[in-house]
């Protein structure tokens, strides 16, 4: 049979068919996307998940290494297995999940130890993991039968030494203190909007901020000591330093405003109880937890000028002697405008990064809950 020169041309002509021959073409394509769209979108999800379970686990090594209850062997093993068993119990689409031994093989803990002080000691846990996908027959069809995700989380904690600290708060409670304080300023510093709260009730929660978060990374109150003391003419009353928080949150929630602003009194109080050495020194406290050097904070707050100058000049003295004999000075002026207290504050603070110039109640919390995050660097921290 032969086909006519014209038959020939009118079939290569011939268009009828195509989206047939081109749907047979990308239809395995096309289904092998939408499941690598399915199982991507569900790797992202259990990767997230599995990022959990490896910071916890790292974080338990951790710990029990700072608390000196497990060796590094044990430690590991800890995080190994605490890491399996909440693995284990992940659907990861295969036939059969993995077990718990086969999820601890897939695991590595490195643990770095260095010296912290005379006698302290600091650990680097690096804790790695990978979990077994299976994928669904549309994405085996280009990726494979399965995929590996892997995660990875890093933390560093100490036994002792720099971790430990005592802060000493110095706070104001003068007539002013009394007042509403403003809860939105203008670039100028003028007041646009009152709030509702009165200052020295906006001073108490932001302690209260302070001390939750010192509070959550030393449950066990082995690294944190604090003291307080109010000044208003002159020196008010004070608590003497406790590990933990009980007794300075109390004394912070029964501040009560009058009188007039003398900062000077309250602050040699604090250096005077800071510099202390000997049996009652504040090294000797630290030492019987084995916390060596110590570091040492006062955190000096107002919320105006001091009647005189010459209260002025003496707390400025008093900053600097401190300074001197490496206490770590955080200024904090509230609700004020530029002047004398703002000047004092700025010149006794540490740094220009230890003064903080809050002009209203939300960003007084946020100043003493970030006290409290920076007091607190040393303790047990995580970066994935």
């Known amino acids: 049979m032969t086909i006519s020169g ?55 090594a951790a710990t029990v290494l700072a608390r000196k209850e497990y060796s590094n062997a044990a430690a590991k093993d800890l995080a190994a297995t605490q890491y399996a068993t909440l693995a284990a119990a992940i659907d990861s689409g295969c036939a059969n999940n ?35 996908m299976c994928v669904n027959p549309l994405t085996a069809l280009i990726a494979g039968p399965s995929l590996n995700i892997a995660v990875r989380s890093t933390t560093v904690s100490a036994t002792a030494s720099k971790n430990a600290f005592s802060m000493h708060l110095v706070l104001d409670r003068s007539s002013s203190m009394d007042e509403i304080a403003c809860e939105k300023r203008s670039s100028t510093n003028t007041c646009l909007q009152m709030g509702n709260t009165v200052k020295i009730d906006a001073l108490k929660g932001s302690v209260d901020e302070l001390l939750d978060v010192v509070a959550e990374a030393d449950p066990e109150k082995k690294y944190a000591r604090f003291a307080g003391v109010e000044f208003s003419g002159g020196k008010g009353k004070s608590v003497a330093f406790n590990w933990g928080v009980d007794e300075t949150r109390k004394f912070s929630r029964a501040l009560n405003p009058s009188g007039g602003t003398n900062s000077a009194p309250a602050m040699q109080h604090a250096y005077d109880v800071l510099k202390a050495t000997g049996y009652n020194s504040e090294n000797a406290a630290h030492a019987v937890k084995e916390n060596d050097d110590p570091t040492k904070y006062i955190v000096f707050m107002t919320d105006g000028d001091n009647n005189s100058k010459d209260s002025d000049a003496a707390t400025l003295e008093i900053c600097k002697l401190a300074k001197a004999k490496g206490i770590v000075i955080y200024a904090v002026a509230f609700d004020i405008k530029q002047g004398r207290a703002t000047t004092l504050l700025s010149s006794c603070a540490a740094s220009d990064g230890h003064y903080y110039a809050a002009k209203t109640a939300s960003e007084l919390y946020a100043a003493f809950r970030e006290i409290g995050l920076r007091a607190n660097s040393g303790i047990a921290r995580m970066t994935n």
């Open 6 to 60: 014209n038959k020939t041309i009118t079939i290569f002509h011939d268009r009828s068919g195509n989206f047939g021959i081109m749907t047979a073409i990308l239809l395995p394509v096309l289904l092998g996307a939408a499941g690598i769209a399915i199982d991507v979108t569900r790797a992202m999800e259990l990767k997230a998940s599995l990022q959990e379970q490896a910071d916890s686990a790292m974080l338990a």
């Open 98 to 132: 993995q077990t718990i031994e086969s999820h601890k093989q897939s695991t590595s803990t490195s643990i770095t130890q260095t010296a912290n002080g005379a006698k302290g000691k600091k650990f680097e846990v690096v804790f790695a993991a990978t979990f077994k």
